[in-house]
């Protein structure tokens, strides 16, 4: 089985930052992408930011500039860090790990989420 496991959300202003992290564990041969995703209230699920294991990133138009994906591929965690924030960026973000665990079976796993509120 694999955990994927967030930390990092709270409450901030407009123009703070924060840090999210995320640690995948269990039966993990290898992980291929990560990511955060975020869903506001009445809206769908998005992505935010993803990172191969290669290190290649991208970002939503909306984060560019303001938030940087990082992953440590040795530890199973990857991180975001959330810079100049908005209200708008107000949501839920889940981890996204896209793990090839016991059985080489590949598969994408979430995590429960963690709320991030912006105030004005």
């Known amino acids: 089985q694999v955990q994927v496991v967030e930390s990092g959300g709270g409450l901030v202003q407009a123009g703070g930052s924060l840090r999210l992290s995320c640690a995948v564990s269990g039966s993990i041969i290898s992980i291929n992408a990560m990511g955060w995703y975020r869903q506001a209230p009445g809206k769908q699920r998005e992505l935010v930011a993803g990172i191969t294991s290669g290190g290649n990133t991208n970002y939503a138009d909306s984060v560019k500039g303001r938030f940087t994906i990082s992953r440590d591929n040795a530890k199973n965690t990857v991180n975001l860090q959330m810079n100049s924030l908005k209200p708008e960026d107000t949501a839920v973000y889940y981890c996204?790990?896209?793990?090839?665990?016991?059985?080489?079976?590949?598969?994408?796993?979430w995590g429960q989420g963690t709320l991030v509120t912006v105030t004005s």
């Open positions: 996204n790990a896209r793990v090839r665990g016991s059985m080489s079976v590949l598969r994408d796993y």
